[in-house]
């Protein structure tokens, strides 16, 4: 294997280690649905985004087994999504996803919906991921 390969590989492979081992998540106020992965993105079917009146759900939380945290996603007013990994930046707890905003049980930390600290003690925000549309389905790119 090239080193180039490897190294974008064992990339992907902290990030999984990372983002590994989600069971339940903090779905309060949000979809959950499952996601697969496909090479260095996650794809959910566009269909999974709207809800059952058709209109295009504000926020979906999607995971994955091999994720330890899971993805919030966040309608953007362009008909795009903000995609955050669910990790409390102070010290990693798992997120509660809600309409507009991110919490942590851990120690009280909130964060809006584009990544932004709103309350502390955390002083980073969220870890945001690029997605894209393709087909019938939106990716996220879980290796930026
Ligand atoms: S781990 Fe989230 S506020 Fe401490």
């Not at 993105?41 to 939380?61: C, E, H, N, Y």
């Amino acid at each position: 294997m090239e080193r180039r390969r490897f190294l974008r590989v064992g990339g992907l492979a902290c990030m999984a280690g990372v983002v590994m081992s989600a069971g339940s998540v903090g779905c309060a106020g949000s979809r959950c649905i499952d996601g697969t992965i496909e090479g260095e993105d996650l794809r959910i079917p566009l269909a999974s985004l709207m809800s059952t009146d058709g209109s295009p759900l504000k926020s979906v939380v999607v995971r994955h087994a091999s994720l330890k945290w899971p993805v919030a996603l966040y309608a953007t007013a362009d008909g795009g999504y903000r995609a955050l990994l669910m990790r409390c930046t102070h010290q990693n707890a798992q997120l509660k996803a809600g309409d507009g905003e991110l919490t942590c049980p851990a120690h009280g930390s909130a964060f809006a919906s584009d990544g932004a600290v709103m309350n502390g003690p955390a002083e980073q925000p969220l870890r945001r991921f690029p997605t894209r549309l393709e087909g019938d389905a939106l990716l996220i790119s879980l290796k930026a």
